[in-house]
C-alpha cells in the first residue's frame, strides 16, 4: 500500500518543487485539498489528520496552525519553513549532520527541514568544530549569493517583470542588512558555535542555485591548522555520503588555476552548477602562506537547500530508499 502524502501549500515554490520530484512515485500517494475548499479550516485539518506524512509549505505562521491542527498520533510531519528549526521535540533535517542523525530523522514524529544558507554553513563548519579544528568560540562569517527563488513568490515576480515598469533592475542585491536573518538561530544550534557568525547574504539576477562561503583566519585558530587539515575533517565526516562530496585536492588546483587575463578568477565554480540535483558540494581553498582559507559550498537552493531536502527527510522517515526521486549532478 501506498504511503499518504499531503503537501500543504503545494502551489508555492517549494511545495512546487516537492511534488515535482513526487510526480513519479509508485510508493506514495500524494493527496490534494479541493480547491474549492482551500481556506476551509475543516478540510485542511482533515487532510492533515488523514495521511502517513504531512509536508507544510507554508510561511512559519501558517505551519504552527498547521501543526496545533493535528490530532492523529500516527500522522508525521515535515515543515520546510523557519517556524521550527531550533523547536524541542523537532529533529533538525540535514542527514549528514553527525554519526546516527540520519536515524534520529528516520524516527522522529517532527522533522524541520535546514533553510538553504544554513546546509551550506554548518556542513561546512560543523565538522570542523567537533573536529577540534575551529573552537566554538571562533568569530566567523558567511556570505555567498543566492538565485532570487529563495526569495519567494515576491521577490521571483520583481526579478522576472518586465523593466522598468514594475519590476527591478537590480543585477546583485545584498540583503539581511539588519544583521538578524532567520537563519542564524539554526547556524549556532547545529555548528557547536557560541555566537552567530557575521552573515551577509545577497540575490543574484538568476533564478536558482547558490555559494555559500565561511572564510576562516587559520593564523588565529588554536594548533594554526592547515587547508589539507580542514579538507581531511570534511572529507571524514562525509565519507560515504551520496548527496555531499568534498572536492580533492586535485580539483582544487584546477579551479585555483590562473588563466590568461584573469589572475586569480576560479575557472569553473557555479552557483547554477548543481541546479535540479539534491548534491552539496564543499570546497577548501587557501593560502598557506597567508594562513587564511575560503570554505565554500555550491548547492540548489531549491534542491538540498529546500525541496530536495524535504524527499530525502520524506524517504528516511518512512523507511524508503533515501535517494529514490532524487537526482545527484
Known amino acids: ?10 502551489a508555492g515554490t517549494t511545495g512546487l518543487q516537492i511534488r515535482q520530484r513526487l510526480a513519479d512515485r509508485r510508493d506514495l500517494e500524494v493527496v490534494s485539498i479541493d480547491p474549492a475548499r482551500r481556506k476551509d479550516a475543516d478540510a485542511r485539518a482533515e487532510l492533515l489528520n488523514s495521511v502517513d506524512v504531512a509536508i507544510l509549505c507554508l510561511p512559519d505562521d501558517g505551519a504552527r496552525e498547521a501543526v496545533s491542527m493535528i490530532v492523529n498520533p500516527q500522522v508525521r510531519v515535515i515543515d520546510p519553513s523557519t517556524a521550527h528549526r531550533t523547536a524541542a521535540g523537532w529533529a533538525f533535517g540535514f542527514p549528514e549532520l553527525a554519526p546516527g542523525h540520519r536515524e534520529t530523522i528516520a524516527t522522529a514524529k517532527r522533522v524541520t527541514n535546514p533553510g538553504c544558507w544554513s546546509t551550506g554553513f554548518i556542513a561546512l563548519v560543523a565538522p570542523l568544530v567537533r573536529a577540534g579544528l575551529i573552537p566554538p568560540e571562533a568569530a566567523l562569517s558567511v556570505h555567498g549569493v543566492s538565485g532570487y527563488s529563495g526569495g519567494g513568490r515576491g521577490l521571483i515576480e520583481e526579478f522576472e517583470q518586465a523593466r522598468p515598469a514594475a519590476g527591478t533592475a537590480d543585477a546583485f542585491r545584498p540583503y539581511g542588512l ?50 589539507d587539515d580542514l579538507r581531511a575533517a570534511l572529507s571524514e565526516a562525509y565519507a560515504g555520503e551520496r548527496f555531499v562530496q568534498v572536492a ?19 575557472q569553473a565554480l557555479d552557483p547554477e552548477a548543481l541546479n535540479g540535483s539534491n548534491s552539496l558540494r564543499l570546497y577548501v581553498f587557501a593560502d598557506e602562506s597567508q594562513g587564511q582559507a575560503r570554505l565554500m559550498a555550491v548547492l540548489d537552493n531549491l534542491g538540498k537547500g529546500a525541496s530536495g531536502a524535504a ?19
Open 311 to 329: 524527499v530525502q527527510n520524506l524517504n528516511l522517515m518512512l523507511g524508503l530508499d533515501e535517494a529514490a526521486g532524487l537526482s545527484l549532478a
Open 178 to 227: 539588519t544583521l538578524a536573518h532567520k537563519h542564524l538561530p539554526e547556524m549556532v544550534a547545529y555548528t557547536g558555535l557560541a555566537h552567530p557568525p557575521i552573515f551577509s547574504p545577497a540575490v543574484g539576477r538568476y533564478a536558482q542555485g547558490m555559494i555559500v562561503e565561511a572564510p576562516v583566519a587559520l593564523w588565529a585558530l588554536p594548533g594554526r591548522p592547515k587547508a
Open 248 to 266: 580533492t585536492d586535485l580539483e582544487i588546483a584546477q579551479l585555483s588555476q590562473a588563466r590568461a587575463g584573469a589572475a586569480g578568477y576560479v
Open 1 to 10: 500500500m501506498a504511503h499518504k502524502i499531503f503537501i500543504d501549500g503545494e
